[in-house]
């Protein structure tokens, strides 16, 4: 049978303790204790008892039912303390059940600070490269080519390897920054920053197609849950590039009314490449990190995948800010 991977980024809810009802344990107990009593009335249970021990009488088995009784309030008594026992371990698993999550709760405010001064730290290093680094390779850029219409050969070949060499570092430069801060994401919003990555994985990936779907107006997201959608996608087509050998991508960003009201956001990214079996750790430390910043984001995170069959992500995440702000 195909290996299939279905994952959700959904908090599982709590079990239902199963209710008991004393009172019908009762009536059945004494339902119980009635028949036996009717049945042996009828039947002269004990005097048929007495006629069959009675030529035992040196065996004393007509004491038997006074040691039955006595057995009988033993378990008794085993049942009532197993039971006391049972709920002081049912009380200590509560308290610990109530430690865990508020555990779990420390550690995902944690990670949300963490992914939040992470987003600052790649803004301002962003900034800083666009800003100092970039203008003095312009500088550099500018004198070599006055140094190459200065005259001379050797000055002009000079001239051009520099020039050169600013255009590959410039180049690189760029990629830092767009991989940092997504391009346009702050001036023209988080869906031309989608179209502008997915035109960069083009360029990277010509023999792959890629086919993106924008439905909806994103105007108004914070720029937290932008981030998210943001990262959501690239990181995907990431996974992709490394991982599906796909020939065809698709990319959809579409905001709609949820089911129980207001307004959600669905981004899915899906490839036609070789999909990923229980063995397939590289492309899960991606997924583990995407999952983490969906359930930040209070939203539904699913992979559905198999050998040979593609791989799907989704994620749906309310419109509504959950995430702090990138800005302290």
């Not at 089911?259 to 079996?277: F, I, K, N, Q, S």
Request: charged fraction near 25%; hydrophobic fraction near 40%; aromatic fraction near 4%.
């Amino acid at each position: 049978m195909p290996e299939e991977i279905m994952s959700m980024s959904t908090e599982s809810p709590p079990l239902q303790p199963r209710r008991e009802f004393p009172g019908r344990d009762a009536a059945l107990v004494a339902a119980a204790t009635i028949l036996s009593v009717v049945i042996s009335a009828h039947f002269e249970l004990n005097e048929a008892l007495y006629s069959l021990t009675r030529h035992g009488e040196f065996l004393q088995l007509d004491e038997l039912p006074v040691g039955l009784l006595v057995l009988l309030a033993g378990l008794i008594w085993l049942s009532w303390k197993r039971q006391r026992q049972a709920q002081r371990e049912l009380r200590a698993r509560r308290i610990a059940e109530a430690r865990l999550v508020g555990v779990l709760q420390d550690n995902r405010r944690l990670a949300q600070e963490n992914l939040r001064i992470q987003e600052i730290e790649r803004k301002h290093l962003a900034r800083e490269l666009h800003d100092e680094l970039g203008q003095y390779l312009n500088a550099i850029k500018l004198d070599a080519v006055a140094l190459g219409e200065g005259g001379g050969e050797t000055a002009t070949r000079a001239a051009q390897a520099i020039i050169r060499n600013v255009d590959h570092v410039h180049g690189v430069i760029g990629g830092m920054i767009g991989r940092l801060r997504p391009v346009g994401l702050d001036e023209l919003g988080v869906a031309a920053a989608i179209e502008h990555c997915v035109d960069q994985w083009r360029q990277r990936l010509p023999a792959t197609q890629f086919q993106l779907s924008v439905c909806g107006h994103f105007d108004d997201l914070g720029e937290a849950l932008s981030l998210t959608v943001y990262r959501l996608i690239q990181e995907g087509l990431t996974n992709v590039s490394k991982h599906a050998r796909a020939g065809r991508v698709d990319i959809a960003l579409e905001r709609r009314t949820a089911p129980g009201g207001g307004d959600e956001l669905r981004v899915t990214v899906a490839d036609d490449g070789c999909g990923m079996g229980p063995d397939a750790r590289g492309a899960r430390f991606g997924l583990s990190g995407m999952r983490e910043r969906v359930q930040m984001a209070g939203g539904h995170f699913a992979v559905a995948s198999a050998p040979g069959r593609g791989c799907r992500l989704e994620a749906v995440l309310p419109a509504g800010e959950r995430l702090p702000a990138g800005e302290p």
